[in-house]
């Protein structure tokens, strides 16, 4: 069955410095991938999406490229701020099914410290 | 900005008794989903819903049903509740592909 892997489960980081959250899939369809934010105590919410081959998607400071090559879809940012302390989710969809239902990683958990 | 909104936003119940979550959304969506979220497991389908009338299993239905009973509310139902059914519920609305919108998720307790 199709899968989402987020090899890391938790992430600290020091303010400005970079960051890299991994991501990595496993389906027979081609995909729109996702990455989802939430925050502690909050729902969680759209960040980026991407169903184009390699090109980079970006939104709030963080970017992803989607590698259907490698099956990968990394989310990255160059300097963390302590408000991306939040649990970072990446899921999978198919766009020929009408249901449009997402398969989500286990999710990484960043914190970012002063 | 969409809004969907669930309730209770805490509940707690007894093992063998039964609960229902609500959720209601304003989007004129008509795909509905139930999630569960869990410590190391992320977010795991439980129902989704085509659109009024039409309930679908998930990847972990079991103990679990659903009612679609008019687009804007989606509701999930246990009927036997055990404590293995603690968690937090997220109920989401979506079309097409496009961003999928959570409520704010209610905690749910099992006692």
């Known amino acids: 069955g199709d899968s989402v892997t987020q090899t890391e489960g938790l992430v600290t980081l020091t303010k400005g410095l970079p960051v890299m959250l991994n991501c990595t899939y496993q389906?027979?369809?081609?995909?729109?991938l996702f990455w989802y934010v939430q925050h502690l105590n909050e729902a969680p919410k759209l960040l980026l999406k991407?169903?184009?081959?390699?090109k980079r998607t970006e939104h709030q400071g963080f970017y992803a490229t989607l590698h259907k090559s490698s099956s990968s879809f990394h989310l990255q940012k160059s300097s963390v701020q302590l408000s991306d302390s939040a649990l970072y989710f990446c899921?999978?969809?198919?766009?020929?099914?009408?249901?449009?239902?997402?398969?989500f990683g286990s999710g990484t958990q960043l914190t970012v410290m002063p | 900005e969409a809004a969907v909104t669930q309730s209770p936003r805490n509940k707690v119940a007894v093992t063998g008794g039964k609960v229902t979550l609500s959720c209601n959304q304003t989007?004129?969506?008509?795909?509905m989903y139930w999630y569960r979220q869990d410590t190391g497991h992320g977010l795991r389908l439980i129902h989704y819903?085509?659109?009024?009338?039409?309930?679908e299993k998930g990847d972990i239905p079991d103990g679990y049903k659903a009612s679609r009973p008019s687009q804007e509310n989606f509701s999930l139902i246990l009927e036997l509740a055990t404590p293995s059914q603690t968690s937090v519920y997220f109920c989401?609305?979506?079309?097409?592909?496009?961003?999928?919108?959570f409520g704010s998720g209610t905690r749910l307790t099992v006692l």
């Open positions: 989401a609305s979506g079309d097409r592909g496009v961003t999928l919108y």
């Open positions: 389906t027979t369809y081609s995909p729109f």
């Open positions: 991407s169903s184009t081959d390699n």
């Open positions: 899921a999978l969809s198919d766009p020929s099914s009408g249901s449009w239902q997402l398969i």
């Open positions: 989007n004129n969506h008509n795909n």
């Open positions: 819903s085509y659109g009024a009338g039409s309930t």
